[in-house]
């Protein structure tokens, strides 16, 4: 799986943005071969250089498609709109999605531990 990570920077006019974000929002769950969108507002800056306002996240079954779903009128609309509401404000990433349950980690990690008794 490939997600579009969009960082929205603290430089926005939040007027602007939030009056506009229904507007992205429609244009990106158009966007053919979305799967799954998440939004992130971030409450806390624990570290780091970079604390972006909010984080949001579109999922693609893999990097082809989600390359697809931008060159799409949809999203290029998206894009288009993104740029007007953060005055370019906005940070993009494509990243691969690899996720795991805490279980199943704690189950493989007991699993791997070696015994110390002899």
Same mark, same amino acid.
């Given at each position: 799986? $490939? ?9 926005i006019d939040s007027?602007?943005? $939030? @009056?506009?974000?229904? &507007?992205? /929002? ?5 966007? +053919?071969? /979305?799967? &799954? =969108? #998440?939004?992130? +507002?971030?409450?806390?800056? =624990?570290?780091? @250089?970079?604390?972006? =306002?909010? #984080?949001?996240? *579109? ?6 498609? =989600?390359?697809?779903? *931008?060159?799409?009128p949809a999203g290029?609309?998206? !894009? &288009?709109?993104? @740029? @007007?509401?953060?005055? !370019?404000? #906005?940070?993009?990433?494509v990243a691969a ?7 199943? *980690? ?7 531990? +070696?015994?110390? &008794?002899?």
């Open positions: 799986m $490939f997600k579009l990570l969009i960082l929205i920077e603290p430089e007027e602007t943005f $939030f @009056q506009g974000w229904p &507007k992205f /929002l429609s244009h990106a769950e158009e966007m +053919p071969g /979305l799967e &799954k =969108l #998440v939004t992130a +507002p971030v409450h806390e800056h =624990l570290s780091g @250089q970079y604390s972006p =306002l909010m #984080v949001h996240e *579109l999922h693609f079954e893999d990097r082809s498609v =989600l390359e697809k779903a *931008l060159a799409s290029i609309a998206a !894009g &288009k709109t993104l @740029q @007007q509401i953060t005055g !370019g404000h #906005v940070s993009l990433l999605h690899l996720e795991d349950s805490g279980e199943h *980690l704690r189950d493989l990690r007991s699993k791997k531990a +070696p015994s110390t &008794k002899g």
